[in-house]
């Protein structure tokens, strides 16, 4: 079992930066690829942001390309989504979530181990 414990998240106002990690108290977190998901109240759960378990690649929704940027220090077993220029529509609980499955993955049912969430709010 991996537990995976988001922090960073709060409220900024539309336009702003945010930067949210996940930590993960594992000696093996560097064979997990990891990804960020969110999902805003009444909306199904979206990928945001892949990367693979060395961090040399990663993989971006559409709405996050450009503006988010995911990375990871293996050394401190951490995962962060960078996010800059929030928008409203950027607001929802975000999730990390991880999957000892070697790749990257944007289908959440790859993952196989998911954090609690934490709440991101862009106001407009």
């Known amino acids: 079992q991996v537990q995976l414990v988001e922090s960073g998240g709060g409220l900024v106002q539309a336009g702003g930066s945010l930067r949210i990690a996940c930590a993960a108290p594992?000696?093996?977190?560097?064979?997990?690829?990891m990804a960020w998901f969110r999902q805003a109240p009444g909306k199904e759960r979206e990928f945001v942001a892949a990367i693979t378990r060395s961090g040399d690649t990663t993989l971006y929704a559409d709405s996050a390309k450009g503006r988010f940027t995911i990375s990871r220090d293996n050394a401190e077993n951490t995962v962060y989504l960078q996010m800059n220029s929030l928008k409203p529509e950027d607001t929802a609980v975000y999730y990390c979530?991880?999957?000892?499955?070697?790749?990257?993955?944007?289908?959440?049912?790859?993952?196989?181990?998911w954090g609690q969430g934490t709440q991101v709010t862009a106001s407009s």
């Open positions: 594992e000696r093996t977190f560097s064979t997990y690829a």
């Open positions: 979530a991880a999957t000892p499955h070697f790749g990257i993955y944007t289908n959440p049912n790859e993952y196989v181990y």
